[in-house]
């Protein structure tokens, strides 16, 4: 099986805002290569409030990009892991709402569903989200396949070395296309090339803090149903793009901490529960990534020490994740 490759220059894009207000806007070129051509895309962003906030770790420098070779072995990819810091975010593009979209009872069924989830020579892996699947990762190095800079610093990054590690002789790849501001438009602007050109056997996404972080900073009037219908038409367009493709849906979260108040309630839980509807509609498997944080929160963990602003975790957050995520896929 060919290696899936997919370039994109960065666009230094570490910038710091504070929890109460905007963010600066963001301007980034892309090169994208897709089904082996290339295609130069540009997207400019003008993100105010949502998941762009301050974190420990920002950096405006970008480190060089390498691309000696498509994909990463696993001796190098374990060597350049060590010591994950905080995540951080920034803001994605803006996008129309999504009124149009199908309802969820739309989505073609795949013909069967592989319980726990399976691995096989060469697979592509694939994390699509927002921030917190971002985690700070570097643009430049990710057209190469399990580069740790590429990875980011939080869970996909920790999934990533695990499955690398114990699956050694199946030559993985695997990719994080996360980035951080965006909302379910957002991912179907860039769905051919972020995600069904790179062709994943694995497909997990978490999306949805921002659909309604940015509706309560006045930015975007996305309601629950736009949420619950433009993700069903996400994954009934992926389903036909790759019917083998298999589908890990994980649940949005938040902590009541932060930037995390009232106002985020009861809306937040009904998105909740839409994210799990489509899911099981789409036969994904379901991450219970909620769930499992208010589990650690009621065995005695402080809510800022796994999500210090209520929404992007911590490392103890993004391991707990990582721990949460392998045990819903069997993976």
Same mark, same amino acid.
């Given at each position: 099986?060919? &290696?899936?490759?997919?370039?994109?220059?960065?666009?230094?894009?570490?910038?710091?805002?504070?929890? %109460?207000?905007?963010?600066?806007?963001?301007?980034?070129?892309?090169?994208?290569?897709?089904?082996?051509?290339?295609?130069?895309? $540009?997207?400019?962003?003008?993100?105010?409030?949502?998941?762009?906030?301050?974190?420990?770790?920002?950096?405006?420098?970008?480190?060089?990009?390498?691309?000696?070779?498509?994909?990463?072995? %696993?001796?190098?990819?374990?060597?350049?892991?060590?010591?994950?810091?905080?995540?951080?975010?920034?803001?994605?593009?803006?996008?129309?709402?999504?009124?149009?979209?199908?309802?969820?009872?739309?989505?073609?069924?795949?013909?069967?569903?592989?319980?726990?989830? /399976?691995?096989?020579?060469?697979?592509?892996?694939?994390?699509?989200?927002?921030? *917190? /699947?971002?985690?700070?990762? =570097?643009?430049?190095?990710? !057209?190469?396949? =399990?580069?740790? &800079?590429?990875?980011?610093?939080?869970?996909? &990054?920790?999934?990533?070395?695990?499955?690398?590690?114990?699956?050694?002789?199946?030559?993985?790849?695997?990719? =994080?296309?996360?980035?951080?501001?965006?909302? *379910?438009?957002?991912?179907?602007?860039?769905?051919?090339?972020?995600?069904?050109?790179?062709?994943?056997?694995?497909?997990?996404?978490?999306?949805?803090?921002?659909?309604?972080?940015?509706?309560?900073?006045?930015?975007?009037?996305?309601?629950?149903?736009?949420? $619950?219908?433009?993700?069903?038409?996400?994954?009934?367009?992926? $389903?036909?793009?790759?019917?083998?493709?298999?589908?890990? *849906?994980?649940?949005?979260?938040?902590?009541?901490?932060?930037?995390?108040?009232?106002?985020?309630?009861?809306?937040?839980?009904?998105?909740?529960?839409?994210?799990?509807?489509?899911?099981?509609?789409?036969?994904?498997?379901?991450?219970?990534?909620?769930? +499992?944080?208010?589990?650690?929160?009621?065995?005695?963990? +402080?809510?800022?020490?796994? !999500?210090?602003?209520?929404?992007?975790?911590?490392?103890?957050?993004?391991?707990?994740?990582?721990?949460?995520?392998?045990?819903?896929?069997?993976?």
């Amino acid at each position: 099986m060919p &290696r899936k490759t997919e370039g994109n220059r960065e666009h230094s894009p570490w910038q710091q805002s504070d929890v %109460r207000g905007g963010q600066e806007g963001e301007e980034w070129r892309g090169l994208a290569i897709a089904h082996g051509k290339r295609i130069r895309g $540009r997207l400019t962003s003008q993100a105010r409030g949502g998941c762009g906030q301050k974190f420990l770790g920002c950096s405006s420098r970008s480190e060089p990009p390498s691309f000696a070779s498509p994909t990463m072995n %696993r001796r190098r990819f374990v060597t350049s892991s060590a010591g994950l810091l905080a995540t951080s975010s920034v803001a994605g593009p803006t996008v129309a709402d999504t009124a149009d979209f199908p309802p969820a009872a739309s989505l073609p069924q795949p013909a069967s569903q592989s319980s726990p989830l /399976t691995l096989h020579h060469s697979d592509v892996v694939l994390f699509q989200g927002d921030s *917190i /699947t971002d985690a700070k990762r =570097n643009r430049r190095a990710q !057209a190469i396949a =399990n580069d740790p &800079r590429a990875l980011g610093q939080g869970y996909a &990054r920790i999934i990533a070395g695990d499955l690398l590690a114990e699956h050694a002789k199946l030559d993985l790849q695997v990719f =994080n296309r996360g980035i951080s501001g965006n909302k *379910i438009p957002d991912l179907d602007l860039r769905w051919q090339a972020d995600t069904l050109a790179l062709e994943p056997k694995v497909l997990s996404i978490l999306i949805g803090v921002n659909d309604l972080w940015h509706k309560l900073s006045g930015r975007y009037h996305g309601t629950a149903t736009d949420y $619950r219908t433009g993700f069903a038409a996400l994954l009934a367009k992926t $389903r036909q793009a790759l019917p083998d493709v298999q589908l890990v *849906i994980c649940e949005p979260f938040v902590l009541r901490c932060g930037a995390v108040d009232a106002r985020w309630f009861p809306e937040f839980d009904e998105r909740k529960a839409f994210a799990r509807e489509v899911a099981e509609v789409a036969a994904a498997t379901w991450v219970p990534f909620q769930e +499992a944080f208010d589990h650690a929160v009621e065995a005695g963990s +402080a809510l800022e020490s796994l !999500a210090e602003d209520g929404v992007h975790p911590t490392p103890a957050g993004h391991a707990l994740m990582a721990r949460t995520w392998r045990e819903a896929t069997g993976l």
